[in-house]
Nanobody
Framework: QVQLVESGGGLVQPGGSLRLSCAAS????????MGWYRQAPGKQRELVAT???????AYADSVKGRFTISRDNAKNTVSLQMNSLKPEDTAVYYC???????????????WGQGTQVTVSS
């Protein structure tokens, strides 16, 4: 069983910074990718940033230059450093990971429980 546990959300003023972290545990034969999605009220869930096992990254245009995703393969963690936060960044942020639990299983997508980020003065 795979679990993703997030931490680091909260309330911050516009222009401030927050760091989100996510730790994967359980049957982690191979982690292909990890990343973050977010969902604001009344909107669809959208990709924020992703990082693959080789270190390649991709970002939503709306966060490029402000957010940085990083991964610690030894600890099975992924982090999202969010700088210059804007009110429109307010959302529930979800960690995700594409993980294969064994050599005999195709990878599945797993999700964390979500953490609230609120950017407001």
């Amino acid at each position: 069983q795979v679990q993703l546990v997030e931490s680091g959300g909260g309330l911050v003023q516009p222009g401030g910074s927050l760091r989100l972290s996510c730790a994967a545990s359980g049957s982690l034969f191979s982690i292909y990718a990890m990343g973050w999605y977010r969902q604001a009220p009344g909107k669809q869930r959208e990709l924020v940033a992703t990082i693959i096992s080789g270190g390649g990254t991709a970002y939503a245009d709306s966060v490029k230059g402000r957010f940085t995703i990083s991964r610690d393969n030894a600890k099975n963690t992924v982090s999202l450093q969010m700088n210059s936060l804007k009110p429109e960044d307010t959302a529930v942020y979800y960690c995700y990971a594409r993980i294969s639990e064994s050599a005999y299983r195709a990878p599945d997508d797993y999700w964390g429980q979500g953490t609230q980020v609120t950017v407001s003065s």
